[in-house]
């Protein structure tokens, strides 16, 4: 309670200041015009008397209670329904304070006096929010429309006064633009009431929606990028409490050369909201785990698998395999490999499923491949929660199957793409990865030769049937905005940082490790909504309704990266760590058949039977060598896929 009264007067803008006064002066108001029409104008004097003598109460217990409620922190101008429930249980607080308070003091209305004084008090301090937030949405609406017109000068402050900041202001009086420096703000207070290449600095972040107010701003530009993530998400957050468009100068990475030109300036991202900081990697190691190496990518026209190929094709392999069974997705990988590499690039593609072991086999034994990542998955959540058995069959038993034969064909190392999902699975899709994380540490206890690994990530922006596609395609047919529900959270990456964590593990792997990044604080899935409806230029709960649609089967309100019983090691990477896996058996064979539980499909197609071979074999293995401990694994049967139903006739 005591933070949200000092964030209502640490920084007290103009628009805070009016709203202040205005609910002090309502409090006043509506307890007189109670009375009046209680009386029908003719107020008993005893009456009028105390309310003369204890008024100030009614304003004082505002200025205690309302900011206690959260009215001067919250942002009016998209709000929705529930904020305007703060508001009735503030105006409800202050009338029960008041009536106490009064009863205390032997002061006393009528019981009709005091519930038209709430209609009267509530109705006045919802009014004026309304209205401003039909003002703002009106405001937005016409200045784009201006903008689109193109005829009216745009009024730009600069976020940064130093040095990239001042190259863009420069850059902005010297080109014929239509948009005009006005103001810059810099959080260094040095650089503050000094002209910055004749734009005034006038004050820090905290300031943006004050000066934007006053100096009527069209547009701020960010030009910090050199500043961390998670200071470029606060000062965005500010700014995306005025009606400005918001745009952004790149991180220094993304910058061609690291010099700043008004050409680099582009509008905000989703992941510039959420905070994702490119994760650096051990170039050198990475490199020489993959430079003139054979490596093939399972699953390698998918989201993370084609990522992973760009990003392989480029550090110099001898042979590139991308497999997959969807060919259209995979042959638009090769045309953009190609012409990217050209003849420098010796790349194959195949066409197959990982369920096919005889086909899997033979593509081990033409290549030879002397790395594997393995991306091929069902991982949509609902689907496999109807396709169970899909999940067993590709999730499990293809990886069952492209994992053996790496080990059989001595690949040096071999790498599991895997889920956060996977850590108490509470659904189909999950229950399968964990099983195919328990394979992989089987096969890693068992051959000797060959080092095995898993790498964990959460959800991954732009992937396809995420979450951001789908906002993105209702967004822009302004339909609703489809959200479970308002207190989901999920773990965020983009595909090239989730590409990088798999090529790093993968050259850290000695085997049996689960690695994870740290990925930070997860995000609420309705804020990453309103978020993206506002780079659209458009307002939440106005222009786009969010409509909760509930939780779907099987899925979670909050993702974890790791069991209780896994134990971080931190590796020579300080945001990747490796979790040392658990090798209690007691405890594996009781998380294996709640698995098996949950997938539901495993007696039909030998799942139980197969995963007690498994931990058999995994339980024997110290005792044995590598040739005997393989003789125990399970086999699949070809039968296993395709179940026979016979007739009864």
């Known amino acids: 309670m005591e933070n949200r009264q000092s964030r209502t007067f640490r920084h007290l803008t103009p628009r805070k200041a009016f709203l202040i006064a205005y609910d002090a002066a309502s409090t006043v108001i509506a307890a007189i015009l109670a009375l009046l029409l209680i009386y029908e104008g003719s107020v008993p004097n005893h009456f009028w008397n105390q309310f003369k003598g204890t008024w100030y109460f009614f304003v004082l217990i505002g200025l205690v209670v309302f900011p206690l409620f959260g009215f001067y922190t919250q942002m009016w101008a998209f709000a929705r329904g529930s904020q305007y429930l703060i508001l009735v249980a503030g105006t409800t607080a202050h009338l029960f304070t008041t009536v106490l308070l009064l009863q205390l003091l032997k002061q006393s209305f009528t019981l009709p006096t005091y519930i038209l004084f709430w209609f009267l008090l509530t109705g006045a301090v919802m009014a004026i929010r309304l209205l401003y937030r039909f003002y703002r949405s009106h405001r937005m609406v016409m200045r784009a429309k201006r903008r689109s017109e193109g005829d009216e000068e745009i009024r730009v402050m600069i976020v940064g006064a130093g040095a990239a900041g001042s190259q863009l202001i420069v850059e902005l009086k010297t080109t014929q633009s239509l948009r005009i420096p006005v103001c810059a703000v810099d959080d260094n207070e040095l650089t503050h009431h000094y002209k910055n290449n004749g734009v005034p600095v006038l004050g820090d972040r905290y300031d943006i929606e004050k000066l934007a107010m006053d100096m009527h701003i069209d547009e701020i530009i960010v030009a910090i990028p050199s500043a961390s993530s998670t200071t470029i998400r606060s000062i965005l957050e500010i700014c995306y409490r005025t009606d400005c468009r918001v745009r952004i100068l790149p991180f220094f990475s993304e910058l061609e050369g690291g010099k700043v030109h008004l050409s680099d300036v582009r509008d905000i991202r989703i992941d510039d909201l959420l905070g994702i900081e490119a994760v650096e990697y051990d170039m050198d190691k990475v490199s020489s785990f993959i430079r003139d190496k054979t490596v093939l990518v399972t699953g390698g026209g998918g989201s993370i698998g084609s990522e992973l190929a760009r990003q392989i094709a480029s550090l110099e392999p001898a042979l590139l395999i991308l497999y997959d069974i969807y060919e259209n997705g995979v ?319």
């Open 331 to 649: 042959y638009e990988l090769q045309q953009d490999l190609l012409e990217r590499h050209g003849r420098r690039l010796n790349l194959k593609v195949l066409i197959g499923s990982v369920r096919d072991c005889r086909r899997v086999e033979q593509l081990f034994f033409d290549y030879a491949p002397d790395v594997v990542f393995h991306a091929a998955a069902h991982k949509h959540v609902p689907l496999m929660e109807d396709s169970p058995g899909e999940a067993v069959k590709n999730n499990i038993y293809g990886t069952y199957n492209v994992a053996m034969a790496a080990a059989r064909f001595g690949v040096s190392r071999f790498v599991l793409i895997s889920t956060d999902k996977a850590v108490k699975p509470t659904n189909v899709m999950g229950a399968s990865k964990r099983l195919c994380e328990v394979v992989i540490m089987t096969l890693d206890k068992i051959w000797k030769d060959t080092s095995f690994a898993a790498v964990r990530f959460g959800n991954v922006l732009g992937s396809s049937g995420s979450v951001i596609p789908l906002f993105e395609k209702q967004i822009k047919n302004r339909l609703p905005v489809t959200v479970t529900h308002p207190r989901v959270e999920r773990f965020f990456m983009t595909i090239p940082e989730a590409s990088s964590l798999v090529l790093q593990a993968g050259a850290y792997a000695k085997g049996g490790e689960i690695f994870v990044l740290d990925m930070g604080e997860p995000v609420k899935i309705d804020k990453l909504a309103r978020d993206m409806i506002r780079i659209s230029g458009l307002v939440p709960d106005i222009d786009i309704p969010i409509q909760y649609i509930g939780l779907r089967p099987g899925e979670k309100m909050r993702e974890e990266l790791f069991l209780p019983e896994e134990h971080f090691v931190e590796t020579d990477h300080k945001k990747i760590f490796s979790l040392k896996q658990v090798d209690d058996m007691n405890y594996l064979k009781k998380e294996v058949g709640i698995l098996e539980k949950i997938i539901g499909a495993g007696e039909e197609l030998g799942l139980t039977e197969f995963m007690d071979q498994l931990l058999s074999a995994l339980e024997r293995c110290e005792a044995l060598d590598s040739d005997d401990s393989s003789s125990l694994l399970p086999r699949i049967h070809y039968e296993s896929y395709f179940p026979i139903k016979r007739s009864t006739n």
